[in-house]
């Protein structure tokens, strides 16, 4: 039984409403209704409509709900990982948690002071240099000039950004003000941080020492930390338990393994699927079906042997090799990048020929046993045609990769793939 003198974070029957297609909460009738029914002592009218948060399908209903019925608790020093794919709620929940934007109906309850890192530069004036933002945001989380005076040196060496600390901030790269940003929130020594995927934005280096910074804050400091990442190794090592979102509700709670799996689980797609929902672009040139080819026609790829991906184009503007540019991010369960391949790579023999399939062919595939999920990304004439997050999955069984008879792990760490790119017509 937790004690309820632990509990420093407790999210009751949260669910956020939003009207499609308008600015603010609907109509002057639609209010006035609401007003009505609340003078009345009656529950708001519009609770009762809204489809789920599903950004895939369309719309019949003027209403969404963004989240459903969210209930968790968050210990004091725990950290917390909310994950799931785009759309699915987890940033509307930490606006909430953050009170940035309030919920429709249910309760948030804390105990002490919320610093929260939701976007690039939130808070931040791009006319004031970076030392008078840090006295900004100090001030907005609630700090003296006295407090926040006694931390700037290690703010700013943290930050990493001593020689631009006094220049406009408008001058700043999206990297150096995340940098700044995080730095500002980890320092003033909130009770509860809460910081979504913005340290994606910063360099290998500064992942590696916002993820310490955080472990020190959650463990050495017993404060307690609400991340949202799609980085899995991250969320593995950083979080003490995790919340999965899917269409605005809650579908997982509890142990991170468990929770990850539970995720990558879920993000698995049939590679032969026709329609993708979680894409964008203009969709004059946009992948119809995939099919993987290992060593045998239609088996699963095999470490060490041949391994093809062909690409079913639905081609309306009859765009020719030379316009078209396809890349492909292939990684692995922890949503770590192993690989990045690109036609740009590639030299087409003829590059006037109009585009209907494209295979991706490696003669000897070097990934480990195990799933592998591809995004797949199309420009025509250096306009976005096709973008999929995560289109596909696939599976490697472990294979003879040196043959010698022995199955042995290949190192892969940004593997590098010869591949060849050829057009089928």
């Given at each position: 039984?937790?004690?309820?003198?632990?509990?420093?974070?407790?999210?009751?029957?949260?669910?956020?409403?939003?009207?499609?297609?308008?600015?603010?909460?609907?109509?002057?009738?639609?209010?006035?209704?609401?007003?009505?029914?609340?003078?009345?002592?009656?529950?708001?009218?519009?609770?009762?409509?809204?489809?789920?948060?599903?950004?895939?399908?369309?719309?019949?209903?003027?209403?969404?709900?963004?989240?459903?019925?969210?209930?968790?608790?968050?210990?004091?020093?725990?950290?917390?990982?909310?994950?799931?794919?785009?759309?699915?709620?987890?940033?509307?929940?930490?606006?909430?948690?953050?009170?940035?934007?309030?919920?429709?109906?249910?309760?948030?309850?804390?105990?002490?002071?919320?610093?929260?890192?939701?976007?690039?530069?939130?808070?931040?004036?791009?006319?004031?240099?970076?030392?008078?933002?840090?006295?900004?945001?100090?001030?907005?989380?609630?700090?003296?000039?006295?407090?926040?005076?006694?931390?700037?040196?290690?703010?700013?060496?943290?930050?990493?950004?001593?020689?631009?600390?006094?220049?406009?901030?408008?001058?700043?790269?999206?990297?150096?003000?995340?940098?700044?940003?995080?730095?500002?929130?980890?320092?003033?020594?909130?009770?509860?941080?809460?910081?979504?995927?913005?340290?994606?934005?910063?360099?290998?280096?500064?992942?590696?020492?916002?993820?310490?910074?955080?472990?020190?804050?959650?463990?050495?400091?017993?404060?307690?930390?609400?991340?949202?990442?799609?980085?899995?190794?991250?969320?593995?090592?950083?979080?003490?338990?995790?919340?999965?979102?899917?269409?605005?509700?809650?579908?997982?709670?509890?142990?991170?393994?468990?929770?990850?799996?539970?995720?990558?689980?879920?993000?698995?797609?049939?590679?032969?699927?026709?329609?993708?929902?979680?894409?964008?672009?203009?969709?004059?040139?946009?992948?119809?079906?995939?099919?993987?080819?290992?060593?045998?026609?239609?088996?699963?790829?095999?470490?060490?042997?041949?391994?093809?991906?062909?690409?079913?184009?639905?081609?309306?503007?009859?765009?020719?090799?030379?316009?078209?540019?396809?890349?492909?991010?292939?990684?692995?369960?922890?949503?770590?990048?192993?690989?990045?391949?690109?036609?740009?790579?590639?030299?087409?023999?003829?590059?006037?020929?109009?585009?209907?399939?494209?295979?991706?062919?490696?003669?000897?595939?070097?990934?480990?046993?195990?799933?592998?999920?591809?995004?797949?990304?199309?420009?025509?004439?250096?306009?976005?045609?096709?973008?999929?997050?995560?289109?596909?999955?696939?599976?490697?069984?472990?294979?003879?990769y040196y043959g010698n008879g022995a199955s042995v792990s290949?190192?892969?760490?940004?593997?590098?793939?010869?591949?060849?790119?050829?057009?089928?017509?």
């Amino acid at each position: 039984m937790v004690d309820s003198k632990d509990i420093i974070l407790k999210a009751e029957n949260i669910s956020k409403q939003y009207r499609l297609g308008m600015v603010g909460t609907g109509t002057i009738s639609h209010d006035l209704n609401r007003w009505w029914n609340r003078v009345r002592g009656k529950e708001d009218p519009y609770l009762q409509v809204g489809e789920a948060n599903d950004r895939s399908t369309k719309s019949d209903s003027d209403y969404v709900w963004a989240l459903q019925d969210i209930n968790f608790e968050v210990k004091k020093g725990e950290v917390l990982g909310i994950i799931g794919k785009n759309g699915a709620g987890k940033s509307t929940l930490l606006k909430i948690l953050s009170k940035v934007t309030g919920p429709t109906t249910g309760e948030i309850k804390t105990r002490g002071r919320i610093a929260s890192l939701l976007e690039v530069g939130t808070g931040f004036h791009g006319e004031m240099t970076g030392r008078e933002n840090i006295f900004l945001n100090g001030a907005i989380l609630g700090m003296t000039k006295k407090e926040i005076t006694a931390k700037i040196d290690e703010i700013i060496e943290f930050s990493g950004c001593q020689r631009y600390i006094d220049t406009p901030v408008k001058r700043y790269s999206s990297g150096m003000t995340v940098r700044l940003a995080f730095a500002v929130a980890a320092f003033l020594e909130p009770e509860i941080l809460v910081i979504d995927e913005v340290l994606a934005v910063g360099d290998a280096e500064f992942q590696k020492k916002a993820i310490g910074k955080m472990q020190d804050i959650s463990r050495g400091d017993g404060r307690t930390v609400l991340f949202v990442s799609h980085n899995m190794a991250a969320v593995k090592s950083l979080c003490t338990r995790a919340l999965v979102l899917k269409n605005g509700k809650t579908t997982f709670e509890g142990d991170v393994e468990e929770a990850v799996m539970f995720y990558l689980e879920g993000s698995e797609v049939d590679s032969k699927v026709n329609t993708f929902h979680d894409r964008k672009g203009s969709g004059k040139l946009k992948i119809k079906e995939i099919e993987i080819q290992g060593k045998n026609k239609n088996k699963t790829p095999q470490t060490g042997f041949p391994f093809a991906i062909t690409f079913s184009l639905d081609n309306n503007i009859q765009a020719k090799l030379n316009d078209v540019q396809m890349d492909l991010r292939i990684d692995d369960n922890l949503g770590q990048r192993i690989a990045w391949l690109s036609t740009s790579l590639v030299n087409f023999s003829e590059e006037n020929e109009i585009v209907n399939k494209l295979v991706f062919k490696i003669d000897k595939l070097n990934l480990n046993k195990g799933i592998y999920y591809v995004t797949t990304y199309i420009m025509v004439k250096n306009e976005e045609s096709d973008w999929i997050q995560n289109a596909f999955s696939f599976e490697v069984e472990e294979g003879d990769y040196y043959g010698n008879g022995a199955s042995v792990s290949v190192s892969q760490s940004k593997a590098l793939f010869n591949f060849k790119v050829s057009n089928v017509l």
